[in-house]
């Protein structure tokens, strides 16, 4: 079989959403096998459009992005490497991602939420202390110590966070229950944003000059 030119491929991941509407492709995407990820167009509330299948190869079902750590975010003293749909097309559609954190002696994971997905943590190597806090037992929180070959669960949506509480480099892979779980962060939601500070401190009751100081700390 003759391949497809490249303005033919281009021409396909351009028109894949006009296709889906048709009712034989519909019908189609309902049996499909895959829907891996057209990362050319916006992602929806029901996911990312489905690349063409002449498209596809197996490239997009195989990633290294957790061979190795990711980005080190220096405020925590952490490295975090994602394969989410926006790095991994091949998840996309099917319920679930994989993180990598790389958490240096004394750094943590701080508190944060997943709105879309519940995490499992995979402690690999070294040991952490991992917690979450219940919304609706009074802000309860559940905290146990995570070592390598142990596992932990952070329910979906709650606040939660890990540190190192051993004398090495602790690393641990996440999987979650969908494949963009999403990711907000309180000291970023907090101080990362373009409330003015004496708004911040109406609402979190932190003095003005720190939530200044932290507003800088964070980059703003």
Not at 56 to 83: C, E, I, M, R, Y
Not at 139 to 150: H, L, P, S
């Amino acid at each position: 079989m003759a391949k497809a030119s490249v303005p033919v491929l281009l021409l396909l991941l351009l028109l894949s959403p006009l296709l889906s509407s048709l009712p034989f492709y519909s019908h189609a995407l309902e049996s499909q096998d895959f829907c891996v990820a057209n990362l050319l167009l916006p992602s929806t509330p029901s996911g990312y459009q489905c690349k063409p299948n002449l498209l596809v190869t197996a490239a997009d079902f195989h990633s290294d992005a957790l061979a190795k750590p990711g980005q080190l975010v220096a405020p925590f003293n952490t490295s975090f490497a994602g394969a989410t749909v926006k790095q991994f097309p091949g998840v996309n559609g099917l319920g679930l991602a994989a993180t990598r954190l790389d958490v240096r002696v004394g750094g943590v994971m701080p508190l944060h939420a997943h709105p879309e997905a519940s995490q499992l943590l995979i402690v690999v190597k070294g040991a952490l202390s991992a917690s979450f806090i219940s919304a609706a037992d009074t802000n309860k929180v559940y905290t146990k110590e995570v070592r390598e070959g142990e596992i932990f669960v952070f329910p979906q949506g709650l606040l939660h966070f890990h540190y190192n509480i051993g004398s090495e480099t602790a690393v641990a892979f996440s999987a979650y229950s969908s494949s963009n779980p999403g990711l907000q962060i309180a000291d970023y939601a907090l101080f990362g944003n373009l409330l003015p500070a004496d708004v911040v401190e109406k609402v979190t009751f932190i003095k003005e000059a720190e939530v200044k100081r932290l507003k800088a700390f964070f980059g703003l």
